[in-house]
């Protein structure tokens, strides 16, 4: 399985970006998708997961209200929708595919390769 994340830029504060997650193929022994970031010089943090059926989701109390997650299961695709962007927004996202609903990095054992945003202040 490969995971292609795309949709990184640089934004203004304020400003919204869609990071999509190209699955290569659907990930059925993988039931939840999850987009992680790591900012430079912190460690790789939890923003939100989705189920495939996409009944259950879970974000960061960081994120909440501002970024939405959600599936195209016909194109195997999870997108994050990111608005209201602030400069600590600012890191390199990374799309997994994980067994179940949670917000550590246990359990998701498929990654991809990340895409940077930058939001500008």
């Known amino acids: 399985v490969q995971l292609q994340a795309s949709g990184g830029g640089l934004v203004q504060a304020g400003g919204s970006l869609r990071l999509s997650c190209a699955a290569s193929?659907?990930?059925?022994?993988?039931?939840?998708m999850g987009w992680f970031r790591q900012a430079p010089g912190k460690e790789r943090e939890f923003v939100a997961a989705i189920t495939w059926s996409g009944g259950s989701t879970k974000y960061a109390d960081s994120v909440k209200g501002r970024f939405t997650i959600s599936t195209d299961n016909a194109e195997n695709t999870v997108y994050l929708q990111m608005n209201s962007l602030k400069p600590e927004d600012t890191a390199v996202y990374y799309c997994?595919?994980?067994?179940?609903?949670?917000?550590?990095?246990?359990?998701?054992?498929?990654w991809g390769q990340g895409t940077l945003v930058t939001v500008s202040s």
């Open positions: 997994a595919a994980g067994a179940i609903l949670h917000d550590t990095e246990i359990g998701y054992d498929y």
């Open positions: 193929r659907r990930t059925f022994v993988r039931n939840v």
